[in-house]
């Protein structure tokens, strides 16, 4: 084999690859998005709309505490804890459970005076 047949033969084998990489991120990306369509569906049978507008809205603010709840909300409907429609006032309850289980973030603030030997102060 010469230069260019080895160079072709490489060629080819990286465009494989490549195609394959494609395929695989196309069949994850089709995965994720029947996953999500399947959790909208089963939250939009179970919350009544009021919940679910107010999950919405929490979404979009707190993405993260959004999915947790819809989390909670999944498992509750597989384990047959939820009869019926969950309204508001239960989707507030278990927006106080996340909020509890959360530790909330602390804050601190440190204040460093200056010297007495300031060469800004007004006494000279």
Known sequence: ?????????????????????????????????????????MLSAVLDQEARTRLNS????????????????IQM??????????SDQMLKGL???VGAAEKPKKTTITFSRRGMLDSDSDSD
């Open 95 to 97: 927006l106080e459970q």
């Open 77 to 86: 409907v597989q384990r047959r804890q939820i009869q019926g429609k969950v």
């Open 58 to 73: 929490i979404a979009v603010v707190k993405p993260e505490k959004a999915a947790k709840v819809e989390g909670m909300i």
């Open 1 to 41: 084999m010469d230069d260019n047949e080895l160079a072709k033969l490489r060629a080819s084998r990286m465009a494989e690859m490549q195609a394959q990489d494609i395929g695989q991120a196309q069949q994850q990306e089709e995965r994720r998005q029947a996953n999500e369509q399947a959790k909208n569906s």
